[in-house]
């Protein structure tokens, strides 16, 4: 959560320095305000798409480690068996056992990369889907 508390931090410091900019430039017939709500919304939609990244990365940096403990043990385990009285026949077997859990464990790590970069994209996307409403209804003419 103090990802999440710096990242609003962050876009609110944006935020507050893209206001003074436009504060400077009045503009006949543009409602600053709204504009200014709509870049504060694209600001927040970014922050959260690299809050969605960031904890996929950390989510897959897990998954790796996991991984490799759950290998090395493995691994470890073959030795220790094959040092014993294991036939090279039933060393082959383990050996292919370990491998087939380590690819599978590669693929669910390509699938968590694959859903955070969804995610992630799926923020940005919304984000512009309203910022074209937005645009379209500051073009609109005032009633």
């Given at each position: ?5 710096a990242?609003?931090?962050?876009s609110t410091?944006l ?7 436009i504060?400077?430039?009045?503009l006949p ?6 504009l ?12 959260a798409?690299n809050?969605t990244?960031l904890?996929?990365?950390q989510?897959l940096?897990?998954k790796?480690?996991?991984?490799l403990r759950?290998?090395?043990d493995q691994l ?8 014993g ?5 039933s ?6 056992q370990?491998l087939q859990k380590a690819?599978l464990?590669?693929?669910e790590?390509a699938?968590?990369?694959y859903?955070?970069?969804s995610d992630?994209f ?6 512009a889907?309203?910022?074209?409403q937005?645009?379209k209804?500051l073009?609109q003419p005032?009633?």
């Amino acid at each position: 959560m103090d990802q999440a508390k710096a990242g609003q931090a962050t876009s609110t410091s944006l935020f507050g320095d893209f206001s003074k900019l436009i504060e400077q430039f009045k503009l006949p017939g543009i409602d600053l305000n709204a504009l200014m709500e709509a870049r504060r919304k694209d600001i927040d939609a970014l922050a959260a798409a690299n809050r969605t990244a960031l904890e996929g990365i950390q989510s897959l940096n897990q998954k790796q480690a996991e991984i490799l403990r759950a290998t090395m043990d493995q691994l470890q385990s073959i030795v220790k068996t094959a040092a014993g009285s294991a036939t090279s026949a039933s060393t082959g077997e383990i050996v292919q056992q370990a491998l087939q859990k380590a690819f599978l464990s590669m693929r669910e790590l390509a699938e968590v990369a694959y859903k955070s970069q969804s995610d992630a994209f799926a923020v940005v996307s919304q984000r512009a889907q309203e910022n074209i409403q937005e645009v379209k209804g500051l073009l609109q003419p005032k009633k």
